[in-house]
């Protein structure tokens, strides 16, 4: 079993008695699925239903005070706190950047011998192991009593990678990008049967409408390894971005349609001048258009 401390990860804490209400009218998870050991998978949005932050969260247990704690980009850790902090209004609640006391332990290949109280799977693909909340000079201490061997952070970017989980900021922009377009969707991170939250009328209708034809997809390389932000082309048309890579697999943000109608017609995917093969062909397919029918009509 494998273990890393991921320096790119922060953490925030929202506690208080209308934590849960407070947060479930916010983001894109079903908050009241958090328990204790049970962590769900999310992001915070723009009204317009981009993301602002995508997060792991996971709920503290009473031994340690209580309240939601959250996996998020260590760049973005202060900006979600003051913008979770604009929607507080009355709520009762208390919000906490403690990046600088807790990290984040990832876990793979193993389940923990012993599940420390701040510790859940990771909730996007059983594949991508544990997560863990610890100090960063407890790492590894952490990691020999849960009966794993402490590596590095590029042993579990390899391993993100193989796994297609999506890393913001290098995989797609922030801001700029939709969960669909993320694969959140495939990944956990979106309840489409909860109630209201910040974004989810052109989330929902996406869905409704299988709208989404850009998609976070893996991609197999040669021994070469095309750079973070090149064009994908097939041909002489532009399909797509390059992103993260490593051990020959990658990551690249492709419009889907494009891709499945240059292969269709004969023709390969480069980024770079290197060429690109698509690693499973299901991730480029686009889901059905679902029509409704209105009873006047029937």
Excluded at 127 to 134: C, K
Excluded at 135 to 149: K, Q, R, S, V
Excluded at 182 to 191: K, Y
Excluded at 285 to 297: F, G, L, R, Y
């Amino acid at each position: 079993m494998k273990a890393a401390f991921l320096p790119d990860r922060g953490v925030v804490k929202v506690s208080g008695e209308d934590a849960r209400k407070f947060l479930d009218g916010l983001v894109t998870t079903n908050i009241g699925l958090v328990g204790p050991g049970l962590g769900r998978f999310g992001a915070l949005l723009t009204p317009q239903g981009k993301i602002i932050a995508d997060f792991l969260v996971t709920e503290a247990p009473e031994t340690h005070g209580g309240g939601f704690v959250f996996d998020v980009p260590l760049a973005l850790a202060q900006a979600f706190a003051d913008r979770l902090g604009i929607y507080k209004l009355r709520a009762k609640i208390a919000i906490e950047n403690l990046s600088s006391q807790l990290g984040v332990l990832a876990v793979w290949d193993g389940t923990p011998v012993a599940k420390p109280d701040l510790a859940f799977e990771d909730p996007r693909d059983p594949q991508l192991g544990w997560r863990l909340f610890v100090p960063d000079d407890l790492a590894g201490e952490t990691a020999a009593a849960i009966g794993a061997e402490l590596g590095d952070s590029e042993a579990y970017e390899a391993h993100r990678i193989a796994c297609g989980a999506p890393r913001g900021g290098i995989d797609f922009i922030y801001g700029d990008a939709f969960p669909h377009e993320t694969n959140m969707d495939r990944l956990h991170g979106v309840d489409f049967d909860k109630g209201c939250y910040v974004g989810q009328e052109v989330v929902s209708r996406m869905q409704h409408r299988g709208t989404a034809r850009t998609r976070t997809v893996r991609v197999r390389l040669d021994a070469s390894v095309p750079e973070v932000g090149l064009p994908v082309t097939a041909g002489d048309k532009p399909v797509g971005t390059m992103g993260s890579s490593a051990n020959g697999l990658g990551l690249a943000l492709l419009r889907i349609d494009r891709v499945a109608d240059a292969l269709d017609a004969g023709l390969t995917l480069t980024a770079g001048g290197l060429p690109l093969g698509i690693v499973a062909p299901d991730d480029i397919k686009t889901a059905p258009q679902k029509v409704s029918i209105s009873k006047a009509s029937a």
